[in-house]
């Protein structure tokens, strides 16, 4: 009776997932992480140098718990045809080929940006293909010992052997042949692999000459990777690896009269400019040969954003009308902005433009937007060692809503400081400007380029969204807008009969906050 068996050679295709850092929402710092593994819920952090690194822990306890790649898995790259590494072919070239090899492995495959960390049970050919790959774990080479087909094996007929030992025509018969072995070889020494360094997703060729250029290319590389994973960025650091590369660039566009070598140091040279002014703009000062930058209060662009946002914020939720009331909205909001809580003392009210303090404060708490941890006589007369505990519930966080605003503990106050200089600014206090007027003050500081022009582009701001904010009636802006121009806030202004144009002048620039 014969036996037939059929052996299968089908295999199972490699695994892969995928852990991803996504932003929660427009304007927001905190980030979500996520895995596509269906046993793992997302998680909300709050900034991307903390969620970037609980994504890679989290990648890590997978690899950790997870077994290791299966030497018979399929390559999971080559089950997706291998697009994330071969370029498609035009409508005029033939599909480049490719076979895969080697070992199966776990490659951990990322961004450049760090957004996203894909592991591929894949073959090692197409693990080395990727720029990014990082090689996890590797299957143990199968045994090729052990037969195909275990019935054919077993009735396959053992050879005879000898009783006697081999023997040669040589030899006598029957005479045992002495059998020498041979030594074995000494094995040869091995060179030593070379360094193939990688760069803007190019590989520097080994033969790549001067070798100086070679390693310093190589050395770049490395160091824009080891960037890439820091968790804060080093804008300083930054521009001189952008300057690096510019010059590292062009010495190989020399050596190899490669065009695009040329184009990407011209790119690089233009991203380190780029870089170093963002980084002057960022602490403060002037780009060698220019005039000194201005010393703003608010020095950030994301400050500038925040004092906007507050702004906004009382314009759309102001509880009562009127300038005075609108003024004394704006100091409690930016006093409670980030827990919704603060503290007040009597000076911080004496010292705006409100004919009845009293009054207003009693008013918004009759309406349920501030609450006080006393009368309001007791607030009048607080001081800065007893100062009075207050309370905005609209501005208050949630379990579920985080609040209104979305800078931290540290920015309020920064806010609030910048907001009491404009108000409370010398030439406006010795004028005797009111609330409208120290309103408006507000509004220009937040709507200006960085060389003080009104408008985003030097175009003006609009009468109908001032007159709004100031809480006064459109004819009534003219008004203000001569009193600040009184008070050497304002120069050069133009009001028609839609638009104020103008520019702040020098004196009050520390204080604005440019339009990006």
């Not at 009969?497 to 103008?502: A, I, W």
Request: proline residues 9%.
């Amino acid at each position: 009776m014969g036996v037939e068996a059929h052996a299968t050679n089908e295999r199972v295709t490699g695994r892969t997932w995928t852990v991803r850092l996504d932003p929660v929402g427009r304007g927001r710092a905190d980030v979500r992480v996520s895995c596509s593994r269906p046993a793992c819920a997302a998680q909300v952090l709050p900034s991307a140098a903390v969620g970037r690194t609980a994504a890679v822990e989290h990648l890590k306890a997978h690899l950790r718990a997870g077994p290791a790649p299966r030497p018979s898995a399929y390559c999971a790259c080559r089950a997706e045809e291998c697009h994330t590494h071969i370029r498609p072919a035009g409508p005029r070239e033939s599909p480049a080929p490719w076979r895969c090899g080697g070992a199966v492995v776990l490659a951990v495959v990322t961004d450049r940006e760090g957004r996203w960390w894909q592991v591929m049970e894949c073959c090692s050919r197409c693990a080395a293909a990727h720029p990014t790959a990082k090689i996890a774990a590797t299957a143990p080479a199968p045994d090729r010992t052990a037969p195909a087909d275990p019935f054919r094996a077993a009735a396959r007929p053992a050879p005879e052997v000898s009783a006697v030992g081999p023997h040669f025509s040589h030899t006598d018969s029957g005479a045992a042949a002495p059998h020498e072995v041979p030594a074995p070889r000494a094995p040869r020494p091995k060179r030593p692999r070379a360094r193939r360094g990688r760069i803007a997703q190019r590989f520097v060729p080994h033969h790549l000459r001067p070798v100086a250029l070679r390693d310093e290319l190589t050395e770049l590389g490395e160091l824009f990777r080891a960037y890439q994973q820091r968790p804060e960025p080093d804008l300083a650091m930054l521009a001189d690896l952008h300057a690096r590369k510019a010059k590292a660039f062009s010495a190989w566009a020399e050596a190899t009269g490669d065009t695009e070598l040329r184009l990407d140091a011209e790119r690089a040279e233009q991203a380190a400019a780029t870089v170093r002014l963002q980084h002057l703009h960022r602490i403060g000062e002037a780009p060698e040969g220019e005039e000194p930058a201005v010393a703003r209060l608010l020095t950030a662009p994301a400050q500038w954003e925040h004092a906007r946002a507050v702004l906004t914020h009382v314009a759309d939720h102001a509880p009562l009308p009127g300038p005075e009331a609108r003024l004394l909205v704006v100091m409690l909001t930016l006093r409670t902005a980030h827990s919704g809580v603060g503290n007040l003392v009597g000076q911080d009210l004496k010292g705006l433009p409100v004919p009845d303090p009293e009054h207003l404060v009693g008013q918004l708490m009759e309406c349920g937007w501030l609450d006080i941890a006393g009368t309001v006589d007791e607030l009048i007369a607080s001081r800065p060692e007893n100062a009075t505990r207050i309370s905005v519930p609209s501005l208050t966080p949630g379990e579920n809503d985080p609040g209104p605003f979305t800078f931290g503990r540290k920015m309020r106050p920064k806010l609030s400081g910048w907001a009491q200089r404009v108000v409370g600014e010398k030439k406006l206090r010795k004028a005797k400007t009111a609330a409208d007027a120290r309103l408006l003050a507000l509004a220009l500081a937040t709507g200006v380029t960085a060389d003080g022009q009104l408008g985003a582009e030097g175009e003006g701001l609009g009468l109908e969204a001032l007159s709004s904010w100031c809480a006064v009636a459109p004819d009534g802006l003219r008004e203000l807008v001569d009193r600040l121009t009184a008070a050497d806030w304002l120069t050069e202004a133009v009001v028609t009969d839609t638009v104020l144009t103008g520019r702040l002048t020098e004196r009050v620039l520390p204080l604005s906050c440019p339009l990006a």
